[in-house]
């Protein structure tokens, strides 16, 4: 038999087909573990990136970290924050409720999500949140502060944080770990008086609620000018910083504009900030701030309960201020005129002495005006009559503090009929030089 032969030209020889037919066999082995090798660097490539893709991220996010802590440190101090520590010192207590961290906020707020938003305006917004110790509060978080208020700011923190009166908003602490600190108070469910006296409803607050609102918001305010071991200056008295409670207990708010007072002077020389309606003509004027101008402002706000009239926008036929008509229509004896109706059903003759007593807050001179302790007492007597408090107690009251008067109103008080004319033309003419109508 014959076998078959092939010729190989590159080894010029020649081998049997069953040579050939081996060689195929042992060629296949190799051919799977090339392509084995070349699936593994494959495996082992994909995974390296994604092992070099989790290394650079977690390396970012340390970095991140990082940076985040370094802005922090420098924020806090940047705010002052070691000034505030050694402020509170002395009560181990405040010092640990007093600085509020950022991420306690940021989950207080689900980082600041727009729906915890309570209102804002021109100097920042106030987030509603719960803070771990289940605390509802109020988180204001302004837009701006001037660096050079920051060192009276935290002395404003410090001061505020001593403070416990029933009818001040209570301040919780605050976070000076962002570029703006932020303060941190306790939440008040009602609203604004603003909101509850220009409201759309046919009826607003009732008068027994007025003058008790006006009361308390008097007895705060002697609180501040007087009780405190220094005596704070509001400085924005209006209707919108007042606060209600679920029982319509008034609570004043909003003390970023306010200022201290060293108990050796008897005011300071500041920027002027307020508001349009509100602020105390010889303040805006002059730059001088006193209790005085809180006096002053809070005369406002009592017309506006009077009234129902917003003191910002309101405007006379006669191109006449609130606070110029309402003073007009009092000489001239027309004060039902511009009276809310409300008022007037409720109120009797109380309703003629909170009049007087406002206008003399008004007076344009700061020494004519009375000081809130007086205001307070007046408020209180004009409450004890309309519950028919006896003379005899009113008298009592008047024996023990020596600054309140027999009768409701002051003696100061007096004559401001004749002199409320002069006082409108030239309340007008400050005005009117500020501001163009």
Same mark, same amino acid.
């Given at each position: 038999m014959h076998v078959l032969r092939k010729y190989i030209p590159?080894?010029?020889?020649?081998?049997?087909?069953?040579?050939s037919l081996k060689l195929c066999h042992k060629q296949k082995p190799c051919v799977c573990v090339v392509s084995g090798v070349t699936i593994g660097i494959g495996v082992a490539s994909g995974v390296g990136a994604i092992l070099l893709i989790l290394i650079v991220f977690a390396f970012t996010q340390k970095l991140k970290h990082q940076r985040k802590q370094m802005l922090k440190k420098k924020f806090f101090e940047q705010n002052r924050?070691?000034?505030?520590?050694?402020?509170? #010192?002395? /009560?181990?207590?405040?010092?640990? /409720?007093?600085?509020?961290?950022?991420? %306690? +906020? %940021?989950?207080?707020?689900?980082?600041?999500?727009?729906?915890?938003?309570?209102?804002?305006?021109?100097?920042?917004?106030?987030?509603?949140?719960?803070? #771990?110790?289940?605390?509802?509060?109020?988180?204001? &978080?302004?837009? @701006?502060?001037?660096?050079?208020?920051?060192?009276?700011?935290?002395?404003?923190?410090?001061?505020?944080?001593?403070?416990?009166? /029933?009818?001040?908003? &209570?301040?919780?602490? *605050? *976070?000076?770990?962002?570029?703006?600190? @932020?303060?941190?108070?306790?939440?008040? #469910?009602?609203?604004? +008086?603003?909101?509850h006296l220009h409201t759309h409803e046919a009826k607003s607050l009732s008068w027994d609620d007025r003058l008790r609102i006006a009361s308390e918001t008097a007895k705060s305010l002697a609180y501040l000018h007087m009780t405190v071991s220094m005596p704070?200056?509001? /400085?924005?008295?209006?209707?919108?910083?007042?606060?209600?409670?679920?029982?319509?207990?008034?609570?004043?708010?909003?003390?970023?504009? #306010?200022?201290?007072? =060293?108990?050796?002077?008897?005011?300071?020389?500041?920027v002027v900030q307020g508001t349009r309606g509100y602020l105390d003509p010889m303040y805006l004027s002059t730059g001088r701030l006193t209790e005085k101008s809180d006096v002053y402002s809070f005369g406002v706000? +009592?017309?506006?309960?009077?009234?129902?009239?917003?003191p910002f926008s309101y405007l006379s036929s006669e191109?006449?201020?609130?606070?110029?008509?309402?003073?007009?229509?009092?000489?001239?004896?027309?004060?039902?005129?511009?009276?809310? =109706?409300?008022?007037?059903?409720?109120?009797?003759?109380?309703?003629? %002495?909170?009049?007087?007593?406002? +206008?003399? *807050?008004?007076?344009?001179?700061?020494?004519?005006? =009375?000081?809130?302790?007086?205001v307070e007492l007046t408020l209180e007597c004009i409450q004890a009559s309309r519950r028919n408090v006896s003379d005899s107690g009113l008298a009592e009251i008047s024996e023990e503090d020596g600054t309140a008067m027999s009768g409701p109103i002051p003696a100061s008080f007096s004559n401001i009929k004749e002199s409320s004319r002069q006082y409108s033309m030239e309340e007008e003419f400050l005005l009117s030089s500020r501001y163009p109508r």
């Amino acid at each position: 038999m014959h076998v078959l032969r092939k010729y190989i030209p590159y080894e010029n020889i020649f081998h049997d087909e069953s040579d050939s037919l081996k060689l195929c066999h042992k060629q296949k082995p190799c051919v799977c573990v090339v392509s084995g090798v070349t699936i593994g660097i494959g495996v082992a490539s994909g995974v390296g990136a994604i092992l070099l893709i989790l290394i650079v991220f977690a390396f970012t996010q340390k970095l991140k970290h990082q940076r985040k802590q370094m802005l922090k440190k420098k924020f806090f101090e940047q705010n002052r924050g070691r000034l505030l520590q050694q402020l509170v #010192s002395q /009560r181990a207590d405040i010092a640990e /409720r007093m600085i509020i961290s950022l991420e %306690e +906020l %940021e989950k207080a707020t689900n980082n600041f999500d727009k729906t915890r938003e309570l209102g804002g305006g021109g100097h920042g917004t106030v987030y509603k949140g719960i803070l #771990s110790d289940l605390h509802v509060v109020a988180i204001k &978080k302004p837009k @701006m502060v001037i660096q050079k208020e920051i060192d009276e700011f935290i002395n404003e923190v410090a001061i505020l944080s001593q403070i416990n009166h /029933r009818n001040v908003v &209570k301040l919780y602490g *605050c *976070c000076l770990e962002t570029e703006v600190p @932020m303060l941190v108070y306790e939440f008040i #469910s009602n609203g604004t +008086l603003y909101s509850h006296l220009h409201t759309h409803e046919a009826k607003s607050l009732s008068w027994d609620d007025r003058l008790r609102i006006a009361s308390e918001t008097a007895k705060s305010l002697a609180y501040l000018h007087m009780t405190v071991s220094m005596p704070i200056i509001h /400085r924005d008295i209006k209707s919108a910083n007042i606060l209600l409670d679920d029982t319509l207990a008034a609570k004043v708010a909003d003390f970023g504009a #306010s200022r201290y007072v =060293p108990v050796d002077k008897t005011g300071v020389t500041t920027v002027v900030q307020g508001t349009r309606g509100y602020l105390d003509p010889m303040y805006l004027s002059t730059g001088r701030l006193t209790e005085k101008s809180d006096v002053y402002s809070f005369g406002v706000m +009592l017309l506006e309960l009077l009234t129902t009239k917003k003191p910002f926008s309101y405007l006379s036929s006669e191109g006449d201020s609130l606070v110029g008509h309402f003073t007009t229509l009092f000489a001239e004896g027309n004060l039902p005129q511009i009276l809310d =109706p409300q008022v007037m059903d409720g109120g009797g003759q109380e309703v003629e %002495e909170v009049a007087k007593l406002a +206008l003399a *807050c008004l007076k344009l001179t700061a020494e004519g005006r =009375p000081t809130m302790r007086h205001v307070e007492l007046t408020l209180e007597c004009i409450q004890a009559s309309r519950r028919n408090v006896s003379d005899s107690g009113l008298a009592e009251i008047s024996e023990e503090d020596g600054t309140a008067m027999s009768g409701p109103i002051p003696a100061s008080f007096s004559n401001i009929k004749e002199s409320s004319r002069q006082y409108s033309m030239e309340e007008e003419f400050l005005l009117s030089s500020r501001y163009p109508r």
